[in-house]
């Protein structure tokens, strides 16, 4: 799987993918990511990559030719119809659909070359979206200044769900979100068996499995009604 960052902050990107398990991915050769920088292709003396708004307004927005010309030297193609199987071109905004669990899972499973283009929160030359886009995925309901870190969430959420990314292909599924019934984890603990005067519960030193599953399950089911009731409807 291959992931292209197309940003104004390349070096925002320095050191971001060079630890744990993005680091080893790559290492094995399941995964290669690079950050590019928008100048890149910007025209001019100046490599104007923004503009102000038509129609008025504060902030300035991303120009659409210099995306254009990064998405067909990134995959060959200006427009989404043309586009390589499994090619997938993301942009970053808050306007977008949110990332989801299953979305990551879709994009591990269905997606072969992922080109991410990071937005400004003044926004990006609408064109873009209308031509070249075929996600606009949000991580949340809140606004950043930029698309950075969604695209290292967006890349760290993919790369663990790809095949052989992860030390055993079982860990990804047992845990929030992927877990039947959509409930929170469960709390985790190691030892020491006594710290600071907190025990770990007894439940958990005993070794009788059934006595440890339902231990989890009743404090999974808990800590979801506290901290996330939105998931129990
Ligand atoms: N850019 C600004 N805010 C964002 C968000 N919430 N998700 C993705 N990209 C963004």
Known sequence: MRFDVVTIFPDFFRGAFEHGIIRRAQAAGLLEVRAHDLRGWAAGKHRQVDDRPFGGGDGMVLKPEPIFAAVESLTGAGEREAYPLGTRVVLLSPQGRVLTQAL??????????????????????????????????????????????????????????????????????????????????????????????????????????????????????????????????
């Open 104 to 233: 990551a899972g879709e994009l591990a499973q269905a997606a072969a070359h992922v080109v991410l283009i990071c937005g400004r929160y003044e926004g990006v030359d609408e064109r873009v979206a209308e031509r070249l886009v075929t996600d606009e995925i949000s991580i949340g309901d809140y606004v950043l200044s930029g698309g950075e870190p969604a695209a290292v969430v967006l890349v760290d959420a993919v790369t663990r769900l790809i095949p052989g990314a992860l030390g055993s292909e079982t860990s990804a599924v047992n845990e929030s979100f992927a877990q039947e019934g959509g409930l929170l984890d469960y709390p985790h603990y190691t030892r020491p068996p006594e710290f600071r005067g907190m025990r770990v519960p007894e439940e958990l030193l005993t070794g009788h499995h059934a006595e440890i599953a339902r231990w989890r399950a009743e404090r999974a089911l808990e800590k979801t009604e506290r901290n996330r009731p939105d998931l129990l409807k």
